[in-house]
């Protein structure tokens, strides 16, 4: 690891800079392709899936069963609709009870004759039924007015705190790629829009600003300190703090990931489907892409909505002109050579 | 040097952590020793199992449920649950018409009463009251005249309803019944059936249609009434209180009384029926208050109510009053509902699922303990702890909650707490690679770690306070599930804050002060070496900087000290003109 140490070393002294900021048009550009994706796939693909919680979906209850092993019943269902992810459960002392996507006619009859053969029951004794969809109208209702609520109450607290709007701009406007992103790799692949993804997609609100935050609390620092007789532009002050920053994000985003990696990992192959994988899928996805935009979207606008302020832009003009001087090597000494604690003077 | 104050706060912060634990421990104790706490936290739904109760509404002959109505019903009966403090109940509608009700644990028979009395609430004119017996003897009511006592136009339940039940007037009706008030609303098959009825006949699930008369009883058998149709229906209550009667001072007069508030419609109807009513004497005086067809309430009404805002008071005490505010609060169903079948269910995965999550959290932070050595080294050791500590004391808090709040941890609680790991971890990085940045500026361990500190406290106190709002957000506006993830979402932020503020520093400071740490081991992970400090000539790293006391005092020395190396070398290099331009290949 010392050569990852070697690397944090080098982007916090600036020998080791990637020029993000600057080139913000290639990130914009990556941005708005992804987004259309995220937007134009899930229309080509038809929709999103939505979780038997919104949709509706079948049930099926087996009643007198010999058993009450829910092996048993997955077996069934498996061989006759085999991408069904049945939620198995007992009911009561007796009873199976199965929840599955909402299936056909012919599928529910060919399910129920499984069950019963599969429970030794008579096939009078397999109810199936479906189940109505009202999570989606009463809960989707209470998030989407919560996640309004919360990006107007998080947009003022970071502009109070960054005493810029500026910033909590930049930030929203990741937050929303991010959530874009998200529900359209969900959109595209057909994964299951369940309770609990929708649980993880507003964690994600959570977890982008969060990243945002330590972030932009890094370049307000360097930005206010390097102040105008810095040698840095604006946006080179951004840059350096998103390179310093950086190690901190990957360490950050590999510590949150590992976790969430490992639910999935359980959840989707242990345990085949359910709350777990649902949660994890959603989070893992959004914490990479909150990583992402954190610092390829939300710093490179930041520099670039203030850069046309008049006080920047002088500044930009000042630090630019030293440069120039800088590598023109003028020897008449107007800098003052310094060690770390003395002033650099005009 | 001022060595020995920080070490001294130091072990302050790390006592009052420690007082925090053995507070919280204690005061779990105190819950298992008093019988209602545990040691291990109550476990919701999708974890333990729990009850699941189906309700299929009471249908009239030709009547049809819609869908609308059913998610009215749907809110209200969340509403009920919730204010008996369940939380994590599901409620769903199934196939159209049917309700389905899932509880965690075994709920106690006042969560049952809630839900299975969902029940049909209307105003109803009492025609005539009795006691149940069929050879009661009845005293003329209309000797007694109700005393108008109250203060705001208030109504008063009938002291002893059997007392002033009035001797059934033999009469046929002569013309059709002009209001529901009407006495010709008796007929003879009526007034047949009430003189044989007998409170163990009530049938709730055949409540007479709203335009008819009903026969019926008080709740608890005491007294059976004719009743008018429908007057006002209880969806028209807008809300319902209680509270003590106020005189016209504002000085309670230690009485509890039932507030009403009706909407428009209700208001109107029930200014029309007070109206009548307060011009009437004996039972006829008197409106009812059905339940589910059961009287709960049959109040005098004492003066005409105009505003909608009716107070009903008597021989309430705060318990009473309160519940039957809570039924006509939440009574107001626009269906009835009858339980068709109550089962306890085992968990959907049940136990595997906590089991694999348990073991997927243990996975997930194996990980991150590797990773942290492995990027941290010992310091990576400090995480840990860190963790550790953080994990006891969210594990007792969520144990509290869940014995004095009744919270029950789900599995999308527990995600919850797996994801905040990363979180919580995440403060310690931010913190670490602050002092790291220090340590490269050549700064000592000992000042790195607290002018470090005062930098990443910042940006954790910013960043948490993020986290904290999107969990109470998603807390206040969001239900059920939803709910238990955020709340475990801003418990762990907070207690993220505590840890790091009382454990992780308090621990560096200290370390700091220790030989291995202090001379930069190569293990330690704050090898200043390593981390390509500034060589300050002759093997001496500068040496521990007075830190600064206030920020601002020396923001243009910062900016100075902050200026990146290479762009340091670059400084010196126009300096001293060109003639070291050699020079620009280290570090």
Known sequence: ???????????????????????????????????????????????????????????????????????????????????????????????????????????????????????????????????????????????????????????????????TWKMALAAMVALLHDLVITAGIYGITGFEITPAAVIGFLTILGYSLYDTVVVFDKIRENTSIDGPESRRTFAESVNLAVNQTLVRSINTSVVAVLPVASILVIGAFVLGAGTLRDISLALLIGMLVGTYSTIFIAAPLYAQLRENEPEILKRDKKSLALKAKASAGTSDSTVVPSDAASDVTA | MAKSSPTKKAWRSLSWLGVIIVGLIALNGVGVATGGGSWTPKLALDLEGGTQIILAPKLES?????????????????????????????????????????????????????????????????????????????????????????????????????????????????????????????????????????????DTTNVAPADQPLVTCEVDGSVKYILGPVEVSGENISDASNGQVQTQSGATTGEWAVNIVFDGTGSKAFADVTTRLSGLTGVQNQFAIVLDGSVISAPRTLAVITDGKPQITGSFDQDTSKALADQLKFGALPISFTVQSQDTISATLGSSQLQSGLIAGLIGLILVVLYSLAQYRLLGLVTIASLTVAGVVTYFLITLLSWREGYRLSLAGVAGLIVAIGITADSFIVYFERVRDELRDGRGLVSAVESGWRRAIRTILASDAVNFLAAAVLFVLAVGNVRGFALTLGLTTLVDLLVVVLFTHPVLQLLARTKFFGDGHKLSGLDPRALGAVYRGRAQFQGPAPVPGKKGTSASREAAKRQTIAERKAAELIGSGSKSSTDGKDS
């Open chain 2, 62 to 202: 030709g009547q049809t449920v819609s869908s609308e109505q059913l998610n009215q019903a749907v809110s209200i009966i969340r509403q009920r649950i919730d204010s008996a403090g369940v939380s994590e109940s599901e409620i769903n509608t199934q196939g159209g018409q049917n309700i389905v009700v899932s509880i965690p644990g075994t709920p106690d028979d006042a969560t049952l009463n809630r839900i299975e009395s969902s029940a049909k609430l209307e105003f109803r004119p009492v025609l005539m009251a009795d006691v149940p017996s069929a050879d009661s003897v009845g005293s003329d009511g209309s000797t007694e005249t109700p005393a108008p006592e109250s203060t705001d136009g208030a109504t008063d339940p009938a002291a002893d309803p059997a007392a002033e039940a009035t001797e059934a007037p033999i009469t046929t009706p002569t013309a059709a019944p002009t209001d529901a008030g009407d006495l010709n609303n008796i007929t003879p098959e009526l007034q047949e059936l009430f003189n044989s009825f007998q409170c163990a006949d009530i």
């Open chain 1, 1 to 163: 690891m010392a050569s990852f140490n070697q690397f944090g070393n080098d982007l916090h002294t600036g020998k080791l800079s990637y020029n993000i900021v600057g080139r913000r048009k290639l990130w914009y550009l990556i941005a708005a392709v992804m987004i259309l994706i995220a937007i134009v796939g899930p229309i080509l693909r038809g929709g999103f899936t939505l979780g038997i919680e919104f949709t509706g979906g079948s049930e099926f209850v087996v009643s007198q069963a010999d058993t009450q092993d829910q092996d048993t019943a997955s077996t069934a269902i498996a061989e006759v609709v085999p991408a069904a992810v049945p939620k198995i459960s007992t009911v009561g002392a007796d009873s199976i009870r199965v929840q599955t996507d909402q299936l056909t006619e012919t599928e529910s009859r060919e399910v129920s004759a499984a069950l019963a053969t599969a429970y030794g029951v008579d096939a009078t004794q397999v109810t199936s039924s479906f189940i109505g969809a009202t999570w989606g109208q009463d809960i989707t209702a209470q998030a989407v007015r919560g996640l309004l609520t919360f990006l107007v109450l998080a947009g003022i607290v970071m502009a109070l705190y960054f005493r």
